[in-house]
Structure formats: C-alpha cells, structure tokens
C-alpha cells in the first residue's frame, strides 16, 4: 500500500507518539512542602493555609482519591516547582522575599516547620525537612550526551552547592562544556532542576504533533531530545533530572 507524503508523516508522528506513550511514564512522587515532619499526615490538619501563603502557587491538595492524603498538600515539580520563596532580579540574583519560608510560617499546627530564608539555613537543613532529592541520570542529559543546555545548573536557586557544574572527584575525558551534577548533601529537592528540564514528555511529543509550531526553547533542544530518548531503551524516566522522596 502506498501512503501519500502526509499520511507518511501523520503516521510517522503517531508512531512515535505511541512510542513515546508507551516508553514514558509521568511517576509524580508525594513531595510535600519544605519542613515536613515525619508525622505530618498526623499533624496536618488540611487548613490550606500553606496553600494561600504560597506566592507561586506551587502548593496543590491532594483531592478524595488521594484515601489518607486528601486534601493535604504537595507539590508537582512538572507543575509548578518550590521556589523557595526567592525572587530573581534583573541581575540574575536570588533575593527572599520573607524572612522565613511562607508555607512553614502559615502552617498552624507545625506539620510544616518554620524555616528561616536564608541561603545558609537552606543548606543545612535536616534531610528530614527536606522535600526530596534530585536525581540525574546522565544516559538522557544534553549536558552530558552533547555538551549542550545546562539549564538545570542555572537555575538552581541553590546552584554551586546543591547543582555542581561538575562533579567532584571526577576526571572526565573530553569534556568541554558543564556536567550538572548534584550534591546530595546541600540538594533541598525543590524542583526548579525537574522543571526546566527540557528532556521532557511534552519537548518528545511536540517535536512529532503534526502541525505544531515549536517555541523558541522546544526548537533549540528538540533533535537531541528525540536522539537521546530513542536511544534510552523502553524503562526510560523523564525528566532527565527528577526529584524523588528521599528515603
Ligand atoms: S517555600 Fe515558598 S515557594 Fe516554596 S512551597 Fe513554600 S511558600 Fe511556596
Ligand atoms: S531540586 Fe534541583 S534545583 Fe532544587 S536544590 Fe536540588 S538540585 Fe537544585
Ligand atoms: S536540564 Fe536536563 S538535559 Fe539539561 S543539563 Fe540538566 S539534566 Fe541535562
């Protein structure tokens, strides 16, 4: 059977769209708030008030067919990250915009603890309190694959102590730009990393939506992506940096 050029491409695009469906799976792990506390299902009185704090909105509540979690708050780093209540100014500066964490300082009961804004409380924060961790698997990052994006490294609001440039310890043959790597001791698993990741689900698919016109970002990072994915085998997770609940 012939096909005409675009039932080749629809069905081309379907192809990978299945493809992609298949290989990919979206895993969105309970991350909860900064300065959760071991036995904040029991504390947690499902206020919402961290909720309203947020100035990001990146709190959502689980709804009823969350059984034990409903209505208690967590975060999608896909979503919308923690921003830890930073600012970026014009000058490419983090500054806080409270003196404490908004979610920790609304919470009532203190299944969310009150934490201090600043850079050097964030980086010594008990793991406990912590949201999660990064993890970064190299097999999928640009950076990595073809010396390219680094977006996870500058955006990090913690970057040079949560988000290295390179990694420690290591010699890499022929490495000429970045090597994002993160340091497990200072990574607060907020999320910026998982969030402007462009290995991503949606980048995968829009490169192959008939139709679809690209955006400057999806463009940029859109080959390498398809590249990196295809070659990654079928257990593939995405993004190629993801936050997960620390164990
Ligand atoms: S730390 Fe700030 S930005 Fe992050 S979830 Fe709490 S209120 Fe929102
Ligand atoms: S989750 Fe990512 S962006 Fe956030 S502190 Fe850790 S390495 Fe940095
Ligand atoms: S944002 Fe993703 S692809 Fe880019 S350097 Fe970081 S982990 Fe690699």
């Given at each position: 059977m012939r096909l005409s050029r675009r039932s080749f491409i629809r069905s081309s695009a379907l192809l990978w769209l299945g493809f992609f469906g298949f290989k990919m799976r979206r895993e969105v792990p309970v991350i909860r708030p900064p300065g959760a506390t071991s036995d904040f299902l029991a504390r947690c009185i499902r206020c919402g008030k961290c909720g309203e704090a947020c100035p990001y909105d990146s709190i959502k509540f689980f709804d009823i067919s969350a059984g034990a979690n409903v209505a208690t708050p967590y975060i999608d780093p896909l979503e919308t990250p923690c921003y830890l209540c930073l600012k970026r100014t014009s000058e490419g500066k983090d500054e806080p915009l409270s003196d404490y964490l908004l979610c920790g300082e609304a919470c009532p009961t203190g299944a969310l603890k009150k934490i201090k804004n600043d850079r050097d409380t964030l980086l010594s924060l008990p793991d406990e309190l912590k949201m999660g961790i990064s993890v970064l698997n190299r097999d999928i990052c640009l950076a990595w694959q073809?010396?390219?994006?680094?977006e996870c490294y500058y955006n990090c609001p913690l970057r040079d102590d949560a988000m290295l440039d390179y990694p420690p310890n290591e010699v890499i043959t022929g490495a000429v730009g970045i090597r994002p790597y993160v340091n497990e001791k200072h990574c607060v698993g907020c999320g910026m990393c998982n969030y402007v990741c462009p290995v991503n689900e949606k980048i995968a698919k829009a490169t192959v939506e008939p139709g679809r016109k690209l955006t400057y970002f999806e463009e940029r990072y859109a080959a390498m992506v398809r590249n990196v994915i295809g070659k990654a085998g079928r257990e593939v997770k995405l993004p190629a940096v993801r936050v997960v609940k620390r164990v």
């Open positions: 073809y010396d390219s994006c680094g």
